[in-house]
């Protein structure tokens, strides 16, 4: 296999690859790779109208301006945008260019744009699971709080709020110590053994909230797995029966 047909492999892998703009004939120029990840030849891809042709409408005029930017004033750029490819899906990409000014005052780009195709996927998927988990706890019919492994909160549902009278302060990050300095030795070791995969529970259990009210609970610890399919924190359900 020679060395070009290597470092397009490479390209192709890593979605990877460079393309050049020249102000004289608004002439593009696209690297193997990105024709190979796009699907399309160069002559279908050379110039700036066939460019825009496949941008995303709602990115068209950014990429637009941020291109005139970089043309008329020689200012480099990173931005985020999908293109068509030629089988109609969309792909979206990070392209970051700079400038090397040409005669008549212009600027050609010189660039290097990664597919995120997947990566935005991912991020778009992660963001809508958080969404769905926060609209879980919050709608559980008994308190939720969402805790990761050094025990800081990262979720807590209005009813755990009000059930350990937190009223309506920002605790997210706190570990659950500073938020309960009274909180019994039995249920920091229940929770510490939730970090360790087990689940453990307690039909009736007294407490003293944040305010010294007295409450008799039934509560529950158990660990949460993130998307590797580790540990990464503990989920604990209290239910008021005072």
């Not at 070009?4 to 460079?18: I, N, Q, W």
């Not at 610890?221 to 580790?230: H, M, V």
Request: aromatic content about 10%; overall charge neutral; proline content about 3%.
């Amino acid at each position: 296999m020679d060395a070009r047909r290597t470092r397009l492999l490479l390209s192709e892998s890593a979605g990877v690859g460079t393309w050049s703009f020249e102000p004289a004939g608004e002439r593009l120029d696209w690297s193997d790779d990105i024709l190979a990840i796009t699907g399309y030849s160069r002559d279908e891809m050379g110039s700036a109208e066939a460019f825009r042709e496949i941008l995303h409408p709602d990115e068209a005029q950014a990429v637009r301006s941020a291109f005139n930017r970089g043309i008329l004033e020689g200012i480099p750029q990173t931005l985020e945008h999908r293109m068509r490819n030629k089988d109609g899906r969309w792909s979206t990409w990070r392209a970051t260019f700079h400038c090397e000014p040409r005669r008549g005052g212009a600027f050609a780009l010189k660039g290097m744009s990664q597919d995120i195709t997947e990566m935005i996927a991912a991020r778009d998927a992660a963001v809508a699971a958080e969404r769905q988990i926060r609209q879980l706890i919050e709608n559980a019919p008994f308190a939720v709080a969402m805790f990761d492994r050094d025990l800081r909160y990262l979720m807590i549902s209005s009813r755990w709020r009000h059930a350990f009278s937190l009223g309506h302060r920002d605790h997210v990050g706190l570990r659950l110590e500073d938020v309960f300095p009274t909180i019994p030795k039995k249920f920091l070791a229940a929770q510490r053994r939730a970090l360790k995969g087990e689940v453990i529970s307690s039909k009736e259990d007294r407490f003293t909230d944040s305010q010294g009210g007295k409450h008799w609970v039934r509560w529950e610890a158990r660990p949460w797995l993130d998307a590797a399919g580790e540990i990464g924190g503990m989920l604990a359900y209290v239910d008021d029966i005072s």
